[in-house]
């Protein structure tokens, strides 16, 4: 039997942002420096563009994020990356 999924609200900083190739297909995250001094997050972005073509999220923005963290041995995952 599995245990119930905790959905918990974070805050951080954006430190950096990356390019993941896997195959011929490149993904953006954003690595996230929590505000409680946690390990860093990398936090799925997709094209990271607003509809002028300019970057969403830059180094240095405040962000709030979702962990979902699931029964025990699972990996908790980070999502729902958004801009203050």
Not at 36 to 42: D, I, K, Q, V
Not at 44 to 53: E, F, Q, S, T
Request: glycine share 10%; net charge positive; charged share 20%.
């Amino acid at each position: 039997m599995q245990g119930p999924t905790i959905k918990r609200t974070g805050i951080g900083t954006i430190n950096a942002i990356r390019k993941v190739w896997v195959d011929a297909t490149s993904i953006q995250f954003a690595m996230v420096l929590p505000d409680e001094g946690c390990s860093r997050l990398a936090i799925r972005i997709g094209l990271n563009l607003m509809a002028d073509g300019s970057d969403y999220f830059h180094v240095g923005d405040k962000v709030q994020y979702t962990l979902l963290k699931g029964p025990v041995g699972a990996v908790t995952r980070a999502q729902d990356l958004v801009r203050f």
